[in-house]
T-cell receptor, first 113, second 112 residues
Framework: DVKVTQSSRYLVKRTGEKVFLECVQD?????MFWYRQDPGLGLRLIYF???????EKGDIPEGYSVSREKKERFSLILESASTNQTSMYLC????????????FGDGTRLSIL | KQEVTQIPAALSVPEGENLVLNCSFT??????LQWFRQDPGKGLTSLLL?????REQTSGRLNASLDKSSGRSTLYIAASQPGDSATYLC???????????FGQGTTLQVKP
């Protein structure tokens, strides 16, 4: 079974801090994704990566950056955390071919105080 | 711009009922459509993926259909059980990049 592991289930940080969310997958998938999920807004794509060191902006990249130095690991970085970034963050991965399902981690519930 | 809508937002049924969840999308030029299940506080679990050339997919008590021309997909759940209680999301892939656009989900409660 594919396993996507997010480093923290719950995280509390302060406004202005630099925050790192880590995601690791164990199935050699080329594609990795970061979403945020908010009530009433659904899942929105922040960034995705289709290969090591490659990244593309999703629908809401402002205030975020990403890093993919190794194929299995995709990091989401909040450069200077703000209260409106309090959310559930979900990481997913899939093979390069588009007709394969995405596999999700259990999410990180991030609170910015 | 592709938009994905799921109606109703919530549904409550007694155990044993057969039920249908609906998903509609605005642009029929899709690559695939996926149905996911999400339990409270958890990530998403893939249920079914229908490629654009397919009309339906089945897995156990679940059957998903796709009608691109009308921009609709349905998820049929047979003989519902309390363990089916969850939020069900559909997502449309518009290209082979793997990117998905999600609906907001239908929260299903199956009462014993």
């Amino acid at each position: 079974d594919v396993k996507v592991t997010q480093s923290s289930r719950y995280l509390v940080k302060r406004t202005g801090e630099k925050v790192f969310l880590e995601c690791v997958q164990d199935m050699d998938h080329e594609n990795m994704f970061w979403y945020r999920q908010d009530p009433g807004l659904g899942l929105r794509l922040i960034y995705f990566s289709y290969d090591v060191k490659m990244k593309e902006k999703g629908d809401i990249p402002e205030g975020y950056s990403v890093s993919r130095e190794k194929k299995e690991r995709f990091s989401l970085i909040l450069e200077s955390a703000s209260t409106n970034q309090t959310s559930m963050y979900l990481c997913a991965s899939s093979p390069r071919t588009g007709n394969q399902p995405q596999h999700f981690g259990d999410g990180t519930r991030l609170s910015i105080l | 711009k592709q938009e994905v809508t799921q109606i109703p937002a919530a549904l409550s049924v007694p155990e044993g009922e057969n039920l249908v969840l609906n998903c509609s999308f605005t642009d029929s030029a899709i690559y695939n459509l996926q149905w996911f299940r999400q339990d409270p506080g958890k990530g998403l679990t893939s249920l079914l993926l229908i490629q654009s050339s397919q009309r339906e997919q089945t897995s156990g008590r679940l059957n998903a259909s796709l009608d691109k021309s009308s921009g609709r997909s349905t998820l049929y759940i047979a003989a519902s059980q309390p363990g089916d209680s969850a939020t069900y999301l559909c997502a449309v892939g518009s290209s082979n990049t793997g990117k998905l656009i999600f609906g907001q989900g239908t929260t299903l409660q199956v009462k014993p």
